[in-house]
């Protein structure tokens, strides 16, 4: 049985992270984009904001090193631009 330790650059480990919470923010800007534009009966609209609202919320605290006021107004922005997209003629059918 081999007993070795593997060690992995710090640099190689931001990277791997940097990788990581930028498809995640690709996927929650995307995705819920997609998603709001593919339903449309508002209440479900409703409930996806909250939904790809906490993702985000959760995503920032878990991912960055980011401080609760910087959070809230990050999610602020990001729940507006999204409730402006379903509110807009771009997100109607």
Not at 36 to 45: D, F, G, P, Q
Request: net charge positive.
């Amino acid at each position: 049985m081999n007993d070795s330790i593997v060690t992995v650059s710090e640099k190689r480990i931001s990277q791997v992270v940097a990788a990581i919470s930028s498809t995640i923010a690709a996927i929650l800007l995307i995705g819920a984009v997609v998603n709001l534009y593919l339903v449309t009966k508002a209440s479900t609209r409703l409930w996806l904001i909250g939904v790809y609202m906490t993702g985000f919320a959760l995503s920032l605290t878990l991912l960055t090193n980011a401080r609760r006021p910087e959070i809230f107004a990050a999610t602020a922005a990001y729940t507006a631009v999204l409730v402006v997209f379903i509110s807009g003629n771009l997100g109607s059918k």
